[in-house]
């Protein structure tokens, strides 16, 4: 009997959680880095299924980086980056938008719904989504099709969010010729974010959050300003798959998100503790 009872309490702790964020909306960015094993895919999508039922309004942007270089690894294609972004031929590019749109997106949606989400899956090219341009480096290395946001176009998701379902948006842009552009996905879940007056932003990774020092796993750094992550990306102490996430973080923070944080996905539940609990997991990164 106490076992019981000490469920609900869990239940009714959660409450001024459940509360404060009914009817908001939550982008949750779900890496490539945090899908390698089923049981945490699958304890994900049970939890942010969990949000919906509770009123909560999740989206979520997914990556999809390790399933891209196993295939260009299976064609005998190079994966080469810059910045933690890939280098995108046009040949690449058709990879890409195979791997993501025709498999990984659709792996997502498909397990979403088996635990009731009613998740329908789009790529930023659907309703012109997310419309995009090259994108521009100080240092001018050429980086082919990867594509910079230059505007988000967020009606197709409102009415998706309005009629009760579950987006699951594949980071792929569309060009002013018609052409595909591969956009990092923390990138575009920053903006997505930003567009849709979100009140969090969460991207879920594969490491505990923001180290000090990427070696060292106890080196956590729970809340960070803007300022202090910029600085650590330009000691180096940020670096590779971790610079887009913080640009990610200023992205939303500066378009008016309240709040962003990088968490370890490999954790069970991470997302529910994030949301409905006082200890916060993870970085924090704010203003
Ligand atoms: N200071 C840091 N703290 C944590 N991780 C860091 C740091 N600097 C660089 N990284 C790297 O960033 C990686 C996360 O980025 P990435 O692999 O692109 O994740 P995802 O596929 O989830 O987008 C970590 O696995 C780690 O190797
Ligand atoms: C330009 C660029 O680098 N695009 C990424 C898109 C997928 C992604 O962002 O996946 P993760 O979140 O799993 O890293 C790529 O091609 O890998």
């Known amino acids: 009997?106490?076992?019981?009872?000490?469920?609900?309490?869990?239940?009714?702790?959660?409450?001024?959680?459940?509360?404060?964020?009914?009817?908001?909306?939550?982008?949750?960015?779900?890496?490539?880095?945090?899908?390698?094993?089923?049981?945490?895919?699958?304890?994900?999508?049970?939890?942010?299924?969990?949000?919906?039922?509770?009123?909560?309004?999740?989206?979520?942007?997914?990556?999809?980086?390790?399933?891209?270089?196993?295939?260009?690894?299976?064609?005998?294609?190079?994966?080469?980056?810059?910045?933690?972004?890939?280098?995108?031929?046009?040949?690449?590019?058709?990879?890409?938008?195979?791997?993501?749109?025709?498999?990984?997106?659709?792996?997502?949606?498909?397990?979403?719904?088996?635990?009731g989400s009613k998740s329908i899956g789009i790529s930023g090219k659907d309703g012109n989504l997310i419309e995009a341009e090259d994108y521009e480096l100080e240092d001018d290395v050429d980086l082919g099709y990867v594509g910079q946001v230059t505007e988000i176009n967020p009606e197709v998701l409102d009415n998706l969010i309005n009629s009760g379902f579950l987006p699951v948006v594949s980071p792929i842009g569309v060009g002013s010729e018609g052409e595909s552009y591969n956009i990092n996905a923390d990138l575009v879940a920053g903006q997505l974010a930003a567009a849709l007056d979100a009140d969090k932003l969460i991207l879920l990774t594969n490491v505990e959050g923001i180290l000090e020092e990427e070696s060292d796993k106890d080196s956590l750094i729970s809340s960070l300003t803007i300022e202090e992550a910029e600085d650590m990306i330009e000691t180096g102490q940020i670096a590779g798959g971790m610079i887009p996430k913080v640009n990610s973080c200023i992205d939303a923070l500066d378009g008016g998100v309240r709040r962003t944080h990088i968490l370890d996905g490999r954790i069970s539940h991470s997302l529910l503790l994030e949301i409905f609990t006082d200890r916060g997991i993870g970085t924090m990164i704010t203003k």
């Not at 490539?32 to 999740?58: C, F, H, Q, R, W």
């Not at 990984?104 to 088996?114: C, G, M, P, T």
């Open 1 to 115: 009997m106490e076992d019981l009872i000490k469920k609900a309490d869990i239940l009714v702790e959660a409450l001024p959680y459940m509360r404060k964020f009914h009817d908001k909306t939550v982008v949750i960015k779900y890496g490539g880095s945090a899908m390698v094993n089923d049981e945490i895919k699958k304890s994900v999508l049970e939890d942010i299924t969990l949000l919906k039922y509770v009123g909560v309004n999740p989206v979520i942007v997914h990556g999809g980086g390790p399933v891209i270089n196993e295939t260009l690894d299976r064609f005998g294609i190079e994966s080469q980056f810059h910045q933690g972004l890939r280098i995108t031929t046009k040949e690449i590019m058709e990879v890409v938008e195979m791997v993501l749109v025709g498999q990984v997106n659709k792996e997502i949606v498909s397990l979403a719904n088996q635990f």
